[in-house]
């Protein structure tokens, strides 16, 4: 028994620090993105992108992904800027930005 409890409590501790490290890297991955989107998501970037703050995690998951591959717009234009920005990241980075972002 007490094999168990020290068991699930490890894997609970773990879980806990990956959410942490997870949170820390999103944290991380937005420092490049408070210039045009705000600390918190709430500047509309370039006069254009609407404001993040208040999106989901998944709508803006896709959106990033779309500005990866070149199929998102913004009133029927790329963003270059954006496009040059998350073609470096992996999808696992995006997800994780993505998460971050929509804590805002």
Same mark, same amino acid.
């Given at each position: 028994?007490?094999?168990?409890?020290?068991?699930?409590?490890?894997? !609970?501790? !773990?879980?806990?620090?990956?959410?942490?490290?997870?949170?820390?890297?999103?944290?991380?991955?937005? =420092?490049?993105?408070? =210039?045009?989107?705000?600390?918190? =998501?709430?500047?509309?970037?370039?006069?254009?992108?609407?404001?993040?703050?208040?999106?989901?995690?998944?709508?803006?998951?896709?959106?990033?992904? =779309?500005?990866?591959?070149?199929?998102?717009?913004?009133?029927?234009?790329? !963003?270059?800027?954006?496009?040059?920005?998350?073609?470096?990241?992996?999808?696992?980075?995006?997800?994780?930005?993505?998460?971050?972002?929509?804590?805002?």
């Amino acid at each position: 028994m007490k094999r168990i409890i020290a068991i699930t409590l490890s894997a !609970a501790f !773990a879980t806990t620090l990956f959410a942490a490290a997870a949170l820390a890297d999103g944290a991380a991955l937005y =420092g490049p993105c408070k =210039g045009c989107h705000g600390a918190d =998501g709430s500047k509309t970037a370039m006069n254009i992108s609407p404001a993040l703050k208040g999106q989901g995690a998944d709508e803006l998951l896709t959106k990033l992904k =779309g500005y990866k591959d070149g199929t998102y717009k913004i009133q029927d234009k790329t !963003a270059p800027m954006m496009a040059k920005f998350v073609k470096k990241l992996s999808d696992e980075e995006l997800k994780t930005l993505a998460d971050h972002i929509a804590t805002f």
